[in-house]
Structure formats: structure tokens, C-alpha cells
């Protein structure tokens, strides 16, 4: 596949709608990242929302309704656009719903209660869903594994970011990621879409693509990449 090099945020948006799906920052796990097409102007923490990867975390989901941005991919970050989403749905819990999966003993209470909180309060953030849960130092850790599960298994996504509020009403510290269903996200369509693929046809669609991305991608990695 012809990948344009990248020296602006239209043009990251424009090559992720082309290839489908990447992995946020280098391509470490030898799979596909747009990072790597990028040229010398583009450099992370600059503030510049144009050509800082690190903006563009929150800029493609607050600006987009047809790219998902999170922690998708080996438990990292990465985009995958709406195209693709359904595949992945399909290939990681074969179109499930959470509460099947519950049932089933495949998800843990904590999870649940994660998921529940974000279907009744879409767009919450990151540090509300802790408050209201009541998450304390020692369930940090169980915590960040629960919310990043849910995000692998194309449950919840992230749709944007807010500030803290302090007592008096005032913003302050830096802005925390907020949460939504995927499919409030990107509208119910998309899990018409996964419930008519099948599993394993969706994770053989995704591996034809990564190929066509990097011919050298191991079948592991790829595997691991899917994460059926």
C-alpha cells in the first residue's frame, strides 16, 4: 500500500482513513504505526496541535466521529477508524455484549461496574469514574487494567478530555480523559456491523490488512496485535 509522508494533522487523518488502523508512537511490536511516515516536523510535545502527535491524541476525537483513539493494541495506545472497528468487535469477543460476557465469567465485577457507570454517564472522566467507585491507592493498579480491558474489547472509548473542578468551581491540573460507550460513540450501526461478521473471517480480514501494511509482520505478533 502507497503511504503518504505525514507533515500535518489532516494528513495523518487523511493516511489513518487509508490504512485503517495504527499503533500510537513507533512500531515496536512490528506491526504498522503511521509514526513511522512521518516526517521532521512532526515531534511529540511540542504543544503544536498541527504537528504534535500528543495533541492529536484528543484533536482526532473531539473533531472526528469516525476515528477511536485509546488503548487498543497490546494494551498501548493506537487509532482504529470506524471501518475498521467492527472487525475488531467481531475478532476479540465475536460481537458479545458485555453483560453476555459477564455471565459467561469472562468479565470481572470491577469491570462491570467500570462499564456501568460509563453507559449511565457518557463522557465521564477518568478520575469521576474512580471517585464514584470509590478506588483508593491499593486498587490503582486493578483499577487501570479493568479500564484498559474494557477499551481492548471495544466496549468503552475515549471521546474526549475535562479538567478537574475544584471546590470553588475553578478548572484546575491537566485535563483528564473522558469515556463513552463505543457505540455512542460512533452510533449503533457499528454493532450491526460486527454482529454479522464472523469471528474468525474478521480476524483473517484484519491479518490480510496488516500484511498489506508490513509483508514482514511475524504471525505471533499479529495474533497478539488481533487479540482474539
Not at 489513518?16 to 506491526?31: C, T
Not at 471501518?83 to 453476555?100: C, G, N, Q, T, V
Not at 486493578?142 to 473542578?165: R, S, W, Y
Request: glycine letters at 6%; a negative charge; proline letters at 2%.
Amino acid at each position: 500500500m502507497d503511504i503518504s509522508r505525514i507533515d500535518s494533522f489532516s494528513e495523518f487523518c487523511s493516511e489513518l482513513r487509508k490504512v485503517g488502523f495504527s499503533i500510537g508512537g513507533k512500531n515496536d511490536e512490528g506491526i504498522f504505526s503511521l509514526a513511522n511516515h512521518y516526517t521532521d516536523r512532526i515531534i511529540d510535545h511540542t504543544g503544536d496541535s498541527d504537528s504534535d502527535p500528543w495533541e492529536w491524541r484528543i484533536r482526532t476525537v473531539v473533531e472526528y466521529d469516525d476515528i477511536a483513539f485509546g488503548k487498543l493494541f497490546f494494551d498501548k495506545s493506537g487509532w482504529i477508524t470506524q471501518k475498521w472497528y467492527p472487525y475488531f468487535i467481531a475478532a476479540r469477543r465475536d460481537s458479545k455484549s458485555l453483560e453476555d460476557m459477564y455471565f459467561d465469567g469472562l468479565i470481572p465485577n470491577l469491570m462491570k461496574r467500570i462499564y456501568d457507570l460509563i453507559v449511565d454517564n457518557s463522557g465521564i472522566a477518568l478520575n469521576e469514574i474512580k471517585t464514584m467507585i470509590g478506588i483508593d491507592k491499593s486498587q490503582k493498579s486493578e483499577f487501570d487494567k479493568a479500564v484498559i480491558k474494557l477499551q481492548m474489547l471495544m466496549f468503552i472509548t475515549i471521546n474526549g478530555q475535562k479538567h478537574k473542578v475544584s471546590k470553588e468551581g475553578k478548572a484546575f491540573g491537566w485535563p483528564v480523559t473522558t469515556f463513552c460507550r463505543s457505540e455512542d460513540f460512533f452510533g449503533p450501526d457499528i454493532m450491526i456491523q460486527a454482529s454479522k461478521l464472523n469471528q474468525q473471517e474478521a480476524a483473517l480480514k484484519i491479518t490480510e490488512r496488516i500484511l498489506l501494511l508490513n509483508e514482514n509482520a511475524s504471525s505471533k505478533k499479529i495474533e497478539k496485535f488481533i487479540g482474539m
